[in-house]
């Protein structure tokens, strides 16, 4: 996937015909990286967005592009902004206007806003942002078109204009002296600085050096928190639906699904997900991170680059595989909130299956003969049987946890239960019962 760069006034169409290695897109508002990040570019750029009458782009967009392992530029108007209040966290900011707004300089959003026309027009600028302003005046000044106090003076005077009613006339109407006033603005037919250009044009010499050098973007330093508002934003939920048409290989892995006889039963799974979606429930942060790596570790993706190689096999990406993480942290979270209410409904459903007399029989054999050993069983062995042996799976990482996720109360309560099942299944096959050590258990 080529880089994506959000732009629009601060740069000319001149400026990027000749980056055809990028995708450049409108300036960014609130959703706009994050559907960016799903497409999975190695390196996102952020030059102008919107903030004035339409939601700008969350930091909160850009921390989670950085936990996917993005590059995030930022330079210019927006990406300046968000760069400097991001820098710390791993954002990658550009330019002289990053830098004052990095070290303090300047602190107002207005300094770098300005109203434009369409992109039919070329974002065509209807006023001039303060920073190429105060820029072209400390430039008047060290050339001796104007004098120190005149720079300060006009700077202030259209610091204080609203942002939409900053322009060079205005500028030039401040003057008060109509000799300097002319002199001033014949030299501004070619002395203006466009600070906002230069450091987009920065931003993209820069990523440009970034994705061709092969370099990658580091782990993040931070956790990324989840939370109820970022789980169930509308844009992030418009983004991530998996709905609608499917591909002609989709449609064709739901026919042979049908030709298998499982469609019915994965529909229903699907509509498992699809309901606890519709509860608005935001995952515990925790709750993802055991879903992931329970996903990893019983595949034995240990790499980031395995983890992008099973979504390229499974015909999707890292924000796919995402949702599907978070949507069975979701399911497991109202499950467990739910467990006593589920209880009756899951015991109908062996009965559906035909499988509650089979349960039954064995249950009852095991409470009717509740045998012992000499010694008792470490838990690690336990653990080790039940999982390896019973279940075929590698030993979790925190059993509490999983204990809790059968619907047991504790840890203790589990390994009650393992002692007495092995117990009962060494009484019943004393020959080959399970690997030993010098004690006679291992």
Sequence with gaps: MNPIVFCGPS???????????????????QGDLYAATRDGPRA?????GYFDGQPAVLHKEILWALTRGI????????????????????????????????????TDDDEVALIHGP??????????????IRATLERAVAEGIIDRPTGARLAASSKARFYRERTWPDVLADVGDSRTEQKLAAWLRTGKVDRKR???????????????????????DFHFEWTENWHNASWRNATGKSGGEATAEQDAVLDE???????????????????????????????????????RSRRGLMRQADVIGWA????????????????????????RERDAELRQGMLDRLRELDLYPGYRDSALARERHPPSLSAPMPRALLAAWFFATQLGRPVPRDIADYALSIGLPGVDRFYDLLAHAYAFMVRRSPVDSGPTDENGLT
């Design 198 to 220: 230069q450091d987009g044009l920065a931003l993209l010499k820069e990523m440009d050096a970034f994705v061709r050098s092969g370099a990658v973007q580091g782990p993040p």
């Design 119 to 132: 992109p039919e027009t070329g974002y065509m600028h209807l006023s001039e942002p303060m920073v190429n």
């Design 71 to 106: 590059a995030v530029f930022g330079a210019s108007s927006m990406g300046a902004l968000r760069a400097a209040e991001l820098h710390s966290f791993g954002m990658r900011g550009v330019g002289r206007i990053f830098e004052a707004y990095r070290d303090g300089e300047v």
């Design 257 to 295: 699904l049908r030709l298998r006889g499982d469609y019915a039963q994965l529909r229903r799974e699907a509509l498992l997900r699809l309901l606890a979606r519709g509860e608005h429930a935001a995952p515990d942060r925790q709750a993802v991170k055991r879903a992931m790596g329970d996903f």
């Design 44 to 48: 996102i750029g952020v030059i102008d």
């Design 312 to 335: 390229h096999d499974n015909g999707t990406d890292l924000a796919g595989l995402d949702r599907m993480i978070e949507d069975d942290a979701v399911v497991e979270t109202l499950a």
């Design 11 to 29: 740069l000319r169409v001149q400026d990027i015909a000749s980056h055809d290695g990028f995708e450049f897109r409108p300036p960014v508002r």
